[in-house]
């Protein structure tokens, strides 16, 4: 019998796989596969950073141990600091940027968040009251200031006379918030901090609202509904679902915004240069003061340098929330180390410390300030409590009247507070000064005119035009180029340092610029660009570049890889892949970019106000500045110019809205 057996093939042996390292040379393995490409994309970026953020810094810190006697500059080592000790105008400077803060990120939240929930429960015009209330955040912080001092002006501003007219004004001095009436904002020592306050809020309170407003969207509305079915309140719901919610967004929110406003010079400057006496000067105001005007560099430094510290946890601790990726292992860590009752209890002791130094060092404002707040804070929770009682009673048609009216009247207040500056300046423009002087047609100028806007530019306005509109692109083409190449390389090119250098950039991102402007100061006075508008283009770079970058590593992040690796398998180069593919598909990004950058070099006062000092090299802010002699303001001229430098900024977010949100939206995302 014959036994049949299937036929035998032959196989080729099995080779194992050669392993993806064995075709990269020794450098590759080292530095990564694509050093040498990422070396010439993030190679300008790297080199402005250091030459600008980094070495500038590091060579404060040697400026600081030293001290100008006479024409010689000798080192001093630890002087400056040990000096700081008894200084009583820096430790008045440290208090009065602690109280700033303090207070006006207690408002802005407490007023931003009440902002952004009537804006989550309206049904129409969502989207044109955003934009509306974004408007005192996106016009220059110059026109903030001249605005508002132009409102509490004691003899000419409309602030006094409304509040007489009223009755509200002699009530406040009757209560004792005022001491008296009509009351003198900014010359009274007692009402000039609170003044300053009242501003930052009013600017502030926009960027809080729009950020919780998208943060109020992103939570689930099935947890809501949830919660109502199971009998919750509104004040619970606010509670155990609303806030919980919103803390990340809130964290970021607060901490940003604190460290801009702690570090915060332009609008106190502008509106009270640190008067009356030393009531409102801030420690930057102190850095300044020493460094510049009394030319003692290594003093001023100093005042810089000793508050680092402070800012370095603020942006340490916002560092690690803006790194998503490090969220669940900072979460987890906190939850190890604390027990749920101290995690429930740890933030009611901060908010208690934090009101006991409040009030101990400021027992003038704390008081006010809790009236005031708390008449906002109840009259949101009378509201709410009506409408949770006649919903619980059946009576929905009256909850909802009373609802609707409740919200109706809280945005007509919040869109009154918002408009009713920009209103005066922009009628203020339109009248002559005889109206302006005599108080005629406050609210309605009869006849208007154009003589405010003439007689503006017989000066120096028009140059003052043209050199902010030259330094703004200039430094705006220059950040975008070096923020593209920079953030495609961090956001697709493999090579080792590529974490290190992205933390490094969203450090440098939030570095304020008050440690910043004396080490640059020194710098362009070195390479002989004082009074020249390139000094402003070689520094706009530090505040600019960094944030562009860091968006667009996010907004990159968000394109498909697929598409370049399509183009590469084709034989396009990586260079060309780049610019074929991925530039033309991040055009939202580079539009939210270079619109965020053109406004903020066009703002710009700091660095400005201290290197450029003739009239002919002037932009815009420090221009508009140097129009008031002494007690002597052209309060018509600066509403025209006012009006001329916010149109442009306007504009550009009313045009570029759409591209902004996107591109900030993947940006966010991935970032």
């Excluded at 040990?82 to 009583?88: K, R």
Aim: proline share 6%; hydrophobic share 55%; net charge positive.
């Amino acid at each position: 019998m014959t036994v049949l057996r299937p036929k035998r093939t032959e196989r080729a042996p099995v080779r194992p796989a050669p392993a993806a390292s064995s075709s990269l040379t020794r450098s590759q393995r080292l530095l990564g596969r694509d050093w040498r490409l990422a070396a010439v994309f993030v190679g300008p970026t790297l080199v402005l950073v250091a030459g600008l953020i980094l070495v500038p810094i590091a060579g404060s810190v040697i400026t600081s141990a030293t001290e100008r006697h006479g024409a010689e500059t000798v080192f001093v080592g630890l002087d400056n600091y040990v000096a700081l000790i008894g200084d009583g105008l820096f430790h008045k400077g440290v208090l009065n940027s602690f109280v700033f803060t303090a207070y006006a990120e207690i408002f802005k939240v407490t007023l931003g968040l009440i902002a952004a929930l009537i804006l989550h429960h309206l049904r129409r015009g969502k989207a044109i009251v955003a934009g509306v209330i974004l408007l005192p955040w996106v016009i220059p912080t110059v026109v903030t200031a001249f605005t508002w001092r132009s409102l509490l002006d004691p003899i000419f501003g409309s602030v006094n006379s409304l509040l007489t007219e009223t009755g509200i004004g002699p009530a406040l001095a009757a209560l004792g918030l005022v001491d008296s009436w009509p009351a003198e904002w900014l010359s009274d020592p007692a009402l000039a901090m609170p003044s300053v306050i009242l501003v930052n809020v009013w600017k502030g309170i926009p960027f809080f609202t729009v950020t919780f407003l998208a943060g109020l969207k992103a939570i689930d509305g099935n947890l809501h509904e949830a919660a109502m079915v199971d009998g919750a309140s509104p004040w619970q719901r606010f509670v155990h679902i609303t806030l919980p919610g919103l803390r990340p967004v809130m964290i970021v929110t607060v901490l940003l915004s604190s460290i801009w406003t702690f570090n915060n010079f332009d609008l106190i400057w502008l509106m009270t240069q640190g008067g009356p006496g030393d009531a409102t000067a801030p420690y930057v105001m102190v850095a300044y003061s020493k460094a510049i005007q009394q030319l003692q560099l290594g003093a001023g430094a100093a005042v810089t340098l000793v508050m680092l510290p402070v800012i370095g946890v603020l942006v340490v601790i916002l560092v690690r929330m803006m790194r998503r990726s490090d969220l669940p292992r900072a979460v987890d860590l906190g939850r190890r180390r604390l027990t749920p009752a101290q995690r429930r209890a740890l933030p009611w002791v901060i908010i208690a410390v934090s009101v006991l130094v409040l009030v101990w060092a400021s027992p003038h404002i704390a008081w006010k300030a809790a009236v005031v707040l708390g008449v906002f804070v109840l009259l949101a929770a009378i509201v709410g409590r009506v409408v949770s009682a006649l919903a619980a009673r059946g009576s929905r048609l009256a909850a909802r009247l009373v609802g609707g009216t409740g919200t109706g009247v809280a945005l007509a207040g919040l869109l009154g507070f918002v408009l009713a500056p920009l209103y005066w300046v922009t009628v203020t423009a339109f009248k002559s000064d005889d109206q302006i002087v005599a108080r005629t047609d406050d609210l309605w100028p009869t006849p208007w005119t154009t003589d405010q806007f003439t007689n503006l530019f017989t000066g120096a306005f028009g140059t003052w035009y043209v050199n902010t509109i030259l330094v703004s692109v200039a430094s705006t083409v220059i950040a975008l180029v070096c923020a593209a190449l920079a953030g495609y390389a961090l956001a697709r090119l493999k090579f080792r340092g590529s974490e290190s250098f992205t933390v490094t950039i969203l450090l440098t991102y939030v570095m304020p610029g008050a440690l910043l402007f004396i080490p640059l100061y020194q710098l362009v006075s070195a390479i002989g660009l004082n009074d020249s508008p390139w000094s402003l283009v070689l520094a706009y770079p530090t505040f600019t570049l960094p944030f562009a970058t860091w968006l667009l590593v996010g907004y990159f992040k968000s394109i498909p890889a697929d598409l370049e690796e399509a183009a590469l398998v084709d034989g396009c180069t990586r260079f060309g892949a780049f610019l074929r593919i991925v530039l033309p598909l991040a055009k939202p990004g580079l539009l939210a970019v270079a619109l965020f950058t053109l406004t903020n070099a066009w703002n710009e006062f700091l660095f400005a106000f201290v290197f450029i000092t003739k009239d002919d090299y002037k932009t815009l802010p420090v221009g508009m500045q140097s129009m008031i002699f002494g007690d002597v303001v052209p309060q018509g001229q600066l509403a025209a110019a006012s009006l001329l430098v916010s149109i442009p900024v306007v504009l550009m977010y009313g045009f570029g809205q759409r591209f902004l949100t996107e591109g900030l939206t993947a940006g966010a995302v991935k970032g």
